[in-house]
C-alpha cells in the first residue's frame, strides 16, 4: 500500500510587534540619554567606593592633571557674570557675541590674556592636544584665584547661595599640585569641597 505524503506547511512568524517595541526601546534610549562633552583636559581619576552624585548647579570644577589646571562652571548665567567679573578685574573687554560663546564652554585652561582665541575657535580645535597650556596658579600671577573668587561672586549676586567646589585630579598628579589648587581655596575659606573619584567595587 502506497503512503501518503503530507504536505509540509511553512512556519510564517510575523515579526510587526517585536519590530514596533525595538524601535520604540532604540527612540527613548535615543532623546533620553545626553552625550558626553569632550573635556578639554581629559584625567583618569582614582577610584573609589563612595557613590556622591555632584550638584548640577552652582557648581565649579577645578581640573587638575600633568600639572595644569583647568576651570568649569556649571550655568550659562554664572560663567557670563564670573566673566564679566574677570574682565573688569584685567581690564579686557568682551563683547555680547564673545560672552555668549564663553556662556556655552563647560571647562577651559588658557591665560585671560589667551581668552579671546581660545573663544573664537570652535569646540573641537579648543579641544586639541597643546591648544589650552592651563590657567596659571603660582603666586606671580595667581589666576586661578580669581577665577574660583570670580565664580563664588557670580553666585552670591545671581542666586544668593554659597558656590560649591569640586576637584578633579588626575590619579597619577603630584600631591604639590593639588595642594596648591587646596591652598587656593583655604585662602578664601572655602574648607568644603567635593574631591571627583571613579566608582569601583568594594570588592577590587
Given at each position: 500500500m502506497a503512503k501518503v505524503k503530507m504536505s509540509k506547511k511553512s512556519t510564517k512568524i510575523d515579526m510587526t510587534a517585536m519590530c514596533d517595541v525595538a524601535f520604540l526601546?532604540?527612540?527613548f534610549f535615543v532623546m533620553t540619554s545626553t552625550a558626553k562633552i569632550p573635556e578639554p583636559l581629559p584625567v583618569d581619576t582614582p577610584a573609589s567606593t563612595r557613590e556622591t552624585k555632584l550638584p548640577d548647579t552652582d557648581?565649579?570644577?577645578i581640573t587638575v592633571g600633568d600639572k595644569k589646571v583647568f576651570f568649569g562652571i556649571a550655568g550659562q548665567d554664572l560663567r557670563r557674570e564670573a566673566l564679566g567679573i574677570i574682565a573688569e578685574k584685567y581690564s579686557v573687554t568682551?563683547?555680547?557675541?564673545?560672552?555668549k560663546r564663553f556662556s556655552l564652554i563647560d571647562g577651559f585652561g588658557v591665560p585671560v590674556g589667551n581668552?579671546?582665541?581660545l573663544i573664537s575657535l570652535k569646540g573641537d580645535e579648543r579641544n586639541k592636544p597643546g591648544v589650552q597650556p592651563g590657567i596659571p596658579y603660582d603666586s606671580l600671577d595667581n589666576q586661578l584665584r580669581e577665577w574660583v573668587l570670580a565664580a563664588r561672586t557670580a553666585a552670591k549676586n545671581a542666586h544668593q547661595t554659597e558656590l560649591k567646589i569640586a576637584i578633579k585630579g588626575d590619579a597619577k598628579e603630584e600631591y604639590p599640585t593639588i595642594k596648591k589648587v587646596i591652598d587656593i581655596l583655604q585662602q578664601q575659606k572655602v574648607n568644603k569641597f567635593f574631591l571627583v573619584t571613579g566608582l569601583r567595587s568594594e570588592d577590587f
Open positions: 526601546l532604540l527612540s557648581l565649579a570644577t568682551f563683547t555680547e557675541e564673545e560672552t581668552l579671546k582665541q
